[in-house]
Structures are given as structure tokens and as C-alpha cells.
């Protein structure tokens, strides 16, 4: 059975992962450790644990579905408190995850025994075990601590960062670094460029397990640019800063070339956010640009305080493009 490996966090990943299940893969998600806001801040600050909610995104995705009661635990564990004192934003799941920890003395056993009671297909496995921070130095030599901070920035969203470090400076986890290694396939994205994805690659080994595995190496590239992070950023740009982080050149990129709802398009533009940008040069790259898009808007679900994205890529067509490639590495 082929070996794929999903880098990143958030919906991105939920997205990739969701899609990829159907097929019969050897499933593993390598999930960023460094989300700040929301639930996870009052986790991480008052549980002293790493951050809980891309982990819970990831174990969901991966989840069975089909069965009722499988799908009611899947709700379950997205389902987002709306009032509550203590309780307003957060998730069940994360609440759970965090029970789990303290019942099972570890919050990596904790990831694996929610594993098992939500049947997922794969594993998912946390890139880093240390309790750390991004920072971000922008062009105008601003320094700004922490993923929430960053990724929904109250200064100058035109900005762009020219370096993103940890601070403390984390380490691989052993079981990140094995997946890796042994994967015949590896995804990076889709997710905001600097706090999902590349998160993952300024953990110390990541970007040397990248360049010493044997898999073919794929980056999705984002729907939508970021304001305080890809502002004005073309498939390009998304594509050079991977590379420059990584240290090796991809093998895959996708682009979605399917038309946005001028509706949609409005709300970003509104924002200072707009479509990313066809500008890709293959030079020894195999692109590959197809609709991608899914037809419905994202609703925003009660109790949520954090921005989040209005379109997102369709689980079942990026699912069968990666497929394809997986075909074509082999």
C-alpha cells in the first residue's frame, strides 16, 4: 500500500485528508504544533498542553463515517460551544483531547487512543513534542510572537515576513521524522503559507527529512492570498518560499484554475485578499492546474471567533488529482 504523508494544519489538511480517505492508502498527517489562538491558547496556558485543535481537524478528517453513531462522534468533535462561562469557543473535541491527556498521562497516546475511538484511517502525528511559538521578522524589521498574532495581524497586513523562526526552537518528534522518511508521497497544504505550513518547516529536521526521503514531494498552492502574510503574492511566490524553507526543489505543484463566485471575490477584495495569482514557471517542475474549487460557501459556525476562509479547495477533485500523481511517481 502507498505511503502518503499530509504536512501542515488546519481546514487545508482537513480537506487534503478527507478527500484521500476513500482511496486505499497508507494515510499519516504530520500536524503543526504552534496554533496560538482561541481554544488553543486557554489550552496550552491553563493545561500547560500543545495546542489541540489541528490535531482534532486531522482525527476527524481521518475519521470513519459510516456508521450513524461514527458520524455523531465525528459532530461531536467539531461541535464548537456557542455560550457557556469557561466553555464559549471551544470545541468538545478539544476539551476531550485534553481529558484524554491527563487520563492517559501523555497527550501522544492521548492523540492515538482518540484514534482508535473514532476508527480513523491513518495516523496523525505531531510534528514537534516541544511547547513553542512562531515568530515572525518582517521586511520593516517588526518582530510579532505567536500564530494567532500573525496569522490575524492588528498592523500593516501589506507587510510581508522575511524570516519565520520557533522561539524556543523545537525538535522533530522521532515519529514524525520516520513517516517522512518512509512516505512515497508527500503533501504540503493546502493552508496560509507561514503559520500552517511552513510552521511545520522551521522545526528543526523537518526540512532535512524533506531533503533526505525518497518521496515525491507535492505543494498545493492556496486559493486566496493572506493579508499579513502572502499580500500581493503570486502561485510564485507561495512556490519560492516553500523551496527557499525546504531547501530542495518540489516535484508537484497544483494550481486551481476554476473560477471564483464574483460574490466571493468581493468579500476578499474587501479584506485586501484576492485569488492567488497564475504566475508559475515550471522549471523542472510538473505542474498541474485544474478546477479544484468547491461550489459552496464555508459558513462560519456559532461560537467561532476566528477568522476563517469562504472557499475552500473539493476534498474529491483534489483527492483524484493526488491520486494520479501518486501513479505517476511510482
Known sequence: MKKVVVIGGGTGTFVVLSGLKKYPLDLSAVVSMADSGGSNKIIRDEFGLLPPSDVRQCLVALADDTYVAQKTLRQLFMYRFAKGVGTKGHTFGNLFLAALSDITGNQVEAIKQAGKILHIKGRVVPVSL????????????????????????????????????????????????????????????????????????????????????????????????????????????????????????????????????????????????????????????????????????????????LKRSLIRHDPKKLAKVLVKLLKVSS
Do not use: W
Open 130 to 305: 516541544t511547547k513553542t511559538n512562531l515568530v515572525a521578522k518582517y521586511n520593516n524589521d517588526m518582530v510579532v510572537k505567536g500564530e494567532h498574532e500573525i496569522d490575524e495581524p492588528d498592523f500593516d497586513g501589506r507587510l510581508h515576513i522575511k524570516k519565520l523562526s520557533l522561539s524556543p526552537r523545537a525538535a522533530i518528534y522521532a515519529d514524525a521524522e520516520r513517516v517522512i522518511k518512509n512516505a512515497n508521497l508527500i503533501v504540503l497544504g493546502p493552508g496560509d503559507l507561514y503559520t500552517s505550513v511552513l510552521a511545520n518547516m522551521v522545526v528543526s529536521g523537518v526540512p532535512e527529512a524533506l531533503r533526505n526521503t525518497k518521496a515525491q514531494l507535492v505543494y498545493i498552492v492556496n486559493l486566496v492570498t493572506k493579508k499579513g502574510q502572502t499580500y500581493g503574492f503570486g502561485a510564485k511566490d507561495h512556490v519560492f518560499e516553500i523551496e527557499k524553507y525546504i531547501g530542495r526543489k518540489l516535484d508537484f505543484v497544483i494550481f486551481n484554475n476554476g473560477k471564483f463566485p464574483p460574490s466571493i471575490v468581493r468579500k476578499y477584495q474587501k479584506e485586501n485578499e484576492h485569488p492567488v495569482v497564475d504566475n508559475l514557471e515550471a522549471n523542472g517542475r510538473k505542474v498541474v492546474k485544474t478546477d479544484l474549487l468547491a461550489r459552496e460557501e464555508v459558513k462560519k459556525v456559532s461560537g467561532d471567533v
